[in-house]
């Protein structure tokens, strides 16, 4: 991508009036770009337009216009939700106009370094994880990117000596071109996203092209246990510097002893018990084989095997910064977690109720439920992207003692439930406000709950059936649970 300067007196079309398209547009603005934005949504449900026409910049709202992109056009910047199907998307393509996202402008502009990652679930947990090891370490850590900030803005804030931590989506990252982060974290791919991206293998290449333009100067963090994370690395160009839960590794940050490659749940009947994390070690090693004893497992501030993989990532970014391994047990003790992940509500009722309504696909919440102690009552369900859910049949067997179904998906999640040999499954028929659809799936899980139970909101499914965000859902379901 070429430099904004180089856009002074040429047009940037920018599709979409989220906060990271109201950043870009500043910026073009800023640098004497002729910027034009766009969005479908009526001038009433825009309200960051006023701030921008009041700039001098131009706002079309309600529809995308004909000949919004044309010829004359130097560059569209895209809403990384917006899908490439969308009409201006396509003219541009068809005319040879570059499209990017938000995140190859910022990469352009930020004197820090860019720690970015990226991964189907515990984007969110690892990156604020990253910050705080860093921030404990004096290492000037700002986070942006999918996580809330856009990542423009934050990198025109960060400083030389500083670092740019970015949580990136597919979606953010289909749309660069030139973007070179010097650390780049792959954590995890699960199915997921399929709707935007066609495909599987679409997914996927969105993803790797975190690594893309990477040099041998540059470090490359991934999973070890995951099969295509394994698969994906033997093409990276930076450093390979791995993490792993079930693998003793020559180099990287890993748990000693490890833990079963296969949950025991899931073993051949015999199989001995997983042991206790009282008795494990989060090491690194740095290929000369010696290993640091970082922290034990037990002392970590956030609960779960897939947690202690977060905190493994996040170990290995802060080790591939710079940061002291003497200086980040504590601030891994301290560590509690992100709201709506994971998140302890309260207890009621004899009930203790968590709030993980960041799980938008079957793994996260497969994972969240073997976090915690069964059983639990389950309230799921959301936006249909076209999946059976039957991934989650194993779980919903072995753990799981009621479900509240809701939005979308509900009857295919109460299908599972029911083949799983569930007795108490609710279908939450829909009202005209979801927020009294959700109040009422709270309701109906505590009256399946007993002293001493768990009721976990873990969706398995975006939001946008019903909600704006998964942020509002979780809100309301935590405000549910301190009324009844």
């Given amino acids: 991508m070429m430099q904004l300067t180089n856009y002074r007196g040429r047009q940037v079309v920018v599709l979409g009036l989220a906060r990271s398209g109201v950043a870009a547009a500043k910026l073009f603005h800023d640098v004497g770009a002729i910027v034009v934005v766009n969005d479908k949504k009526?001038?009433?449900q825009c309200p960051e337009a006023d701030e921008l026409a009041a700039l001098g910049i131009s706002v079309v709202c309600g529809h995308h216009p004909d000949g919004l992109v044309t010829g004359e056009t130097a560059l569209l910047v895209k809403n990384p939700g917006i899908p490439y199907t969308a009409p201006p998307v396509v003219e541009a393509l068809r005319l040879g106009v570059e499209v990017v996202s938000e995140v190859e402008v910022a990469g352009q502009l930020s004197a820090a370094p860019i720690a970015g990652i990226t991964g189907s679930n515990g984007k969110t947990t690892t990156t604020t994880l990253t910050g705080v090891l860093l921030d404990a370490a004096g290492l000037k850590p700002?986070?942006?990117g999918n996580i809330g900030r856009p990542l423009s803005e934050a990198a025109l804030e960060a400083e030389p000596d500083g670092w740019l931590v970015a949580e990136l989506s597919s979606f953010q990252l289909k749309g660069t071109s030139d973007?070179?982060?010097r650390i780049a974290c792959l954590l995890n791919v699960a199915e997921t996203h399929l709707d935007y991206h066609g495909s599987m293998e679409d997914y996927?290449?969105?993803k790797?092209?975190?690594?893309?333009?990477?040099t041998a100067e540059d470090v490359a963090v991934y999973n070890e246990d995951d099969e295509t994370c394994r698969r994906l690395a033997a093409s990276f160009k930076g450093r390979a510097f791995p993490f792993s839960v079930t693998r003793t590794l020559e180099t990287g940050v890993m748990i000693e002893p490890p833990y079963a490659a296969v949950r025991p749940s899931e073993e051949e009947d015999g199989a001995e018990d997983d042991g206790s994390d009282d008795d494990r070690w989060i090491v690194s090693r740095d290929g000369s084989g010696e290993a640091r004893r970082i922290i034990r497992v037990a002392e970590l501030g956030i609960p779960g095997?897939?947690?202690?993989a977060n905190a493994l990532a996040a170990i290995a970014i802060?080790?591939?910064a710079g940061a002291d391994p003497e200086r980040l047990a504590e601030p891994l003790r301290g560590f509690r977690g992100v709201e709506h992940r994971l998140e302890y509500v309260g207890t009621f009722g004899g009930v203790k109720f968590y709030n993980d309504s960041k799980a938008t696909n079957p793994m996260a919440t497969t994972m969240s439920i073997l976090s915690l102690p069964s059983p639990l009552i389950l309230?799921?369900?959301?936006l249909d992207r076209g999946s059976d859910y039957m991934e989650l049949l194993p779980i919903f067997r072995e753990r799981v003692k009621g479900l509240a179904a809701i939005g979308e998906t509900r009857e295919k999640l109460a299908r599972v439930a029911e083949l799983a040999g569930l007795t108490s499954v609710k279908l939450v028929e829909p009202v005209e406000d979801a927020e009294r659809t959700l109040r009422a799936a709270v309701r109906e899980a505590a009256a399946m709950a007993g002293p001493g139970d768990i009721v976990l909101l873990s969706p398995a499914c975006a939001s946008w059936d019903m909600f704006p965000s998964y942020e509002v859902r979780g809100r309301i379901f935590k405000q549910s649970a301190h009324t009844l």
């Fill in 208 to 214: 790797a092209k975190l690594f893309e333009n990477q």
């Fill in 204 to 206: 996927v290449a969105s």
């Fill in 318 to 320: 802060a080790l591939s």
């Fill in 42 to 44: 009526e001038r009433d």
């Fill in 179 to 181: 973007f070179r982060p």
């Fill in 142 to 144: 700002l986070i942006a």
């Fill in 305 to 308: 095997r897939h947690n202690a």
């Fill in 379 to 382: 309230i799921a369900g959301g």
